[in-house]
């Protein structure tokens, strides 16, 4: 009965945590793709075919669905993956949709037409290729109107995250918060829309400064999950072990995470 979780690298784990506490029976596989991380500066038929072979990975383990802890791969690839690429009976889900539903005082799935809501100037920090694929702003086109949204694209800081460099990923964050105020020097709420940011999430606040309300991705991401899994329990899969597996150095890669996640995290060989 284990669910796969998918990411380019350390960043999902933000989502792993939440969901491991939110569902502590559930087996959860972790798949990082170290290897090839950052995703956010690759093209999209990159993306989607280092998405597809983690996925398959998954698959082996018996997770016949798997959570795409990845902004970048849910924006570029997903989509294209649940039309032409998904056999019968295998499921992937992207962390966008929650978030949005959130933001949009939303319940669960709710598809009813775009209607006003509180929020009206909103910041978005993601990945370069998160903000050109324009996802976010077409899944909240769907939910809600008269909501002027600012997108950051935030190069480098997936990349200082993995290479364990908190300073210059601390950094990196404010000029990236800095330029965005240049333009929107006033928002209302603020969406870290990649998996590694919670990981500085406190740096993003400290920056934004207290009036504005952060919003991130994992807590959001396990209720939709357990929602999910009351409505679909037959999408757990036959896996039975619980294991965090990355395309990296194994060694390296468990020194980064239990650095970042400031607990003790054991990758082994993908
Ligand atoms: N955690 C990924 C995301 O949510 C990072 C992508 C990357 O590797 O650049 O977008």
Redesign the pocket.
Same mark, same amino acid.
């Given at each position: 009965m284990a669910v796969g979780v998918f990411?380019?690298?350390l /960043?999902?784990l933000t989502v792993l945590d939440a969901l491991q506490q939110r569902l502590p029976q559930v087996p959860f596989v972790y798949y990082g793709d170290n290897a090839h991380?950052?995703? /956010?500066v690759r093209d999209a038929d990159d993306i989607f075919a280092l998405t597809c072979a983690g996925v398959e990975r998954l698959w082996a383990e018996g997770c016949d669905l798997v959570i795409i802890a990845?902004? %970048?791969a849910s924006a570029v690839a997903l989509k294209r993956m649940q039309e032409t690429w998904l056999p019968p009976g295998k499921r992937a889900l992207g962390v966008f949709v929650p978030l949005i539903e959130a933001l949009t005082e939303r319940q669960w799935g709710d598809n009813s037409p775009p209607r006003e809501v509180a929020v009206k100037h909103v910041a978005l920090f993601?990945?370069p290729a998160?903000v050109s694929s324009r996802a976010f702003q077409r899944e909240l086109a769907y939910r809600a109107i008269g909501v002027d949204v600012e997108a950051q694209p935030c190069g480098g800081v997936?990349d200082a995250i993995e290479q364990g460099d908190e300073i210059l990923a601390e950094a990196l964050v404010r000029s990236h918060v800095d330029a965005l105020k240049r333009r929107m020097p006033h928002p209302e709420a603020a969406i870290l829309g990649? %998996?590694?940011y919670p990981l500085v999430q406190k740096t993003f606040q400290d920056a934004l400064g207290p009036q504005v309300k952060v919003f991130s991705q994992a807590n959001l991401v396990a209720e939709s999950l357990a929602d999910y899994l009351t409505r679909r329990p037959e999408m757990l899969g036959t896996g039975t072990r619980s294991v965090n597996l990355t395309t990296g150095n194994p060694a390296q890669v468990s020194a980064r995470a239990t650095q970042f996640l400031r607990k003790g995290v054991k990758f082994e060989a993908a």
């Open positions: 990411d380019s690298g /960043g999902g991380t950052p995703y /956010g990845c902004n %970048t993601a990945t998160t997936v990649c %998996t590694h």
